[in-house]
């Protein structure tokens, strides 16, 4: 490969702010594996921090002194009212959420420093524990460092809400300019988003990039889009890159485009782009690369999207992916793994992994071993393809981060860690006394004994996530999910025992989910918070998807899709119309509301004992007693499988 050909790859905003999302941290390890020039940058976290400076707050300042008074919000209100306690306190709290200034905590806890605007009213929630101090309940009277971290995450919450009313109406931490891009069948909302003024944070990101291409002076640049809320940005770096640099090929992947826009057809994309790869990205960018060195021509190109005589072509000469096995290990390096912020936005233990700490990402095995599940996109590569790599490559990888970054905290990203790989790795980390903490997603399966949760408690397992879905057993069989409540519930308390939290994926709104089937399961989701099983949920609203098992025969769990209409450039979620029955003015939507209020209380520790139909007040009729006798968790936790 000649010398001067070189690879940078870029994570748009908004991403995670705490660790970087690990997608270039793969591909810039497995090129340089092969011996190619491959750097990488973050320019969410970049953006985020440019924000947050004194000179960022003053350009905010002004953006908001230029709207109408009549239009400021309350949170500009509060932005402007108190703008000098913001400008003198904001470059202390980034250096104290980076970790640079910890006994900084003590005056933050005070509550005497930092300016407070309306998203600190979230502590009027908090039941005072007759210390005179709302959060007393959570962090006692030593979790000082804790408390600093959610106060300085509601005060960066304030600024967010202030930025996206007065400078950017699309911005958000992660999910910003989400709506342009989700399941769109037209590309005509990013293109008229595009073709607008730069907004404040536009006119960021697009020196942000002309940095990051002066630096490093790339050849080939990969921007990683993992999700909808990626896409706008990405699209406003390659805008930036192709009028200044055009000369510079550029090339789009990830999560959203694998998929969302499998059947991409509008040629407007590559006004911005010049190649779209699907599903793993090793062997489309080493064709690309090959291509773009004249020694492969665009006709045998991988999984690749281009336009040709201005029409979207897709090419894919059949080759085989690279082996996970030889994928080589992710690097960090390019990135300021030091400058990461750790936020405390949620109260719970288990819950505030995702946004606290800087965790080494890394992946298990590819795919998922089971792949069965009916609102799984089991029909795309990044769920059918089930690829592991030996105990001893993954020791070997862990070992390299561990010496590369100094941190030893590893969140694994599978679908589902399969439980022979896990049980191979912990015996392998502990044979080599290497010292790390792990976390990671999993199958509620049986084969998790309580035996083998000690086992991986003791190589450094800390936490386990895993879909429970429905609570309800029916459903789970619908689903084809491959476990039940009951057995659930062991698994998760063996789990507990051994000192490991766990957090439950909950689904509501189901093909043929009833208004008892949701009361039932909340049921069953209190009954195992009571008995310690699960320390932490989320429920979220089902969503079919045009690759999963519902979404190919929907017929068979009782649905209608509702047509689309003509897709040329993303297609995922699908409409769908359920016959099941439910009460006048009830739908799934407003049993959403409940379930979310109950379970953002029993991860507090609050209500737990209550009668779950509490939750349900709010319902225009009756609610249905639970069928689920209340001692149900406890007596199946007495059972063996």
């Known amino acids: ?85 913001y400008r003198a306190t904001i470059g202390p709290v980034i250096a104290y959420l980076q970790g640079r200034d910890s006994t900084l905590a003590y005056r933050i806890a005070a509550r005497g420093l930092l300016p407070e605007g309306p998203r600190f009213s979230a502590l009027d929630n908090y039941v005072d524990d007759g210390s005179g101090d709302p959060l007393g309940w959570a962090f006692g009277a030593l979790g000082v460092q804790d408390k600093a971290r959610h106060l300085c995450t509601l005060y960066l919450n304030d600024l967010s809400d202030v930025i996206r009313d007065a400078a950017d109406e699309r911005f958000e931490f992660v999910r910003y300019a989400e709506s342009l891009a989700s399941s769109q069948p037209s590309f005509d909302p990013l293109a008229d988003a595009l073709a607008k003024p730069p907004t404040l944070v536009d006119q960021l990101l697009h020196d942000l990039t002309l940095s990051a291409i002066h630096r490093h002076q790339p050849t080939l640049v990969l921007l990683s889009v993992p999700f909808p809320g990626a896409m706008y940005a990405a699209l406003r770096i390659a805008q930036t890159i192709k009028a200044q640099h055009p000369h510079i090929r550029i090339g789009l992947g990830g999560g959203f485009v694998n998929t969302e826009l499998r059947e991409l057809k509008d040629p407007r994309v590559f006004d911005f782009v010049d190649y779209v790869t699907l599903d793993a990205g090793e062997r489309p960018v080493l064709s690309l690369i090959e291509h773009l060195h004249g020694a492969r021509g665009r006709q045998r190109l991988q999984r690749t999207f281009l336009r040709e005589n201005g029409a979207v072509k897709y090419v894919n000469l059949a080759e085989p992916d690279i082996p996970f096995e030889d994928v080589g290990t992710p690097t960090w390096d390019g990135l300021p793994i030091d400058r990461y912020l750790s936020l405390l936005d ?203 098992p519902v979404g190919m025969d929907p017929a068979a769990y009782g649905i209608e899709l509702i047509p689309l209409p003509e897709v040329s450039f993303a297609k995922n979620d699908i409409g769908f119309i359920d016959p099941t029955p439910m009460p006048p003015g009830v739908d799934h939507d407003v049993l959403g509301q409940g379930l979310r209020k109950a379970i953002y209380n029993y991860m507090h520790g609050l209500c737990v004992e209550d009668d779950v139909r509490r939750w349900f007040e709010h319902l225009p009729c009756p609610v249905p007693r639970p069928t689920v006798k209340r001692g149900k968790i406890a007596k199946a936790l007495t059972l063996r499988d």
């Open 1 to 85: 490969m000649s010398t001067s050909f070189r690879v940078l790859s870029l994570i748009p905003p908004m991403t995670q702010l705490n660790t970087p999302y690990p997608s270039t941290a793969y591909l810039t390890g497995f090129l340089r594996s092969r011996g190619i020039d491959a750097v990488q940058e973050d320019l969410a976290l970049a953006l985020v921090l440019q924000l947050f400076t004194p000179a960022g707050l003053e350009a905010l300042r002004s953006c908001a002194l230029a709207q109408p008074e009549a239009q400021r919000t309350a949170s500009v209100h509060s932005f402007l009212d108190q703008f000098e306690a």
């Open 346 to 548: 949620m109260l719970n233990p288990m819950h505030r992994l995702w946004s606290d700490g800087r965790w080494n990402k890394l992946t298990v095995a590819h795919g998922c071993y089971w792949k069965k599940c009916s609102f799984c996109d089991v029909s795309l590569d990044y769920i059918g393809r089930y690829e592991t790599a030996t105990a001893s490559t993954l020791a070997d990888r862990i070992q390299r981060i561990v010496e590369e970054t100094g941190q030893t905290g590893f969140h694994f990203v599978d679908e589902a860690a399969p439980p022979k790989s896990l049980k191979a790795l912990a015996e392998e980390l502990i044979r080599r006394d290497l010292q790390i903490s792990w976390w990671g997603n999993i199958r509620f399966e049986k084969t998790f004994t309580p035996e083998l949760s000690e086992l991986l408690a003791q190589s450094g397992c800390i936490a386990m996530s895993g879909g429970l879905e429905v609570a309800s057993d029916r459903l789970l069989n619908l689903m084809k999910k491959g476990v039940s409540v009951e057995q659930v519930a062991r698994v998760t308390k063996g789990f507990t025992d051994a000192g490991i939290l766990v957090h439950a994926y909950l689904m509501y709104g189901f093909p043929t989910q009833t208004l008892q089937d949701t009361v039932d399961a909340l049921e069953y989701v209190r009954q195992l918070f009571e008995n310690g099983c699960i320390q932490s949920g989320f429920f979220h609203r089902f969503s079919c998807t045009v690759h999963s």
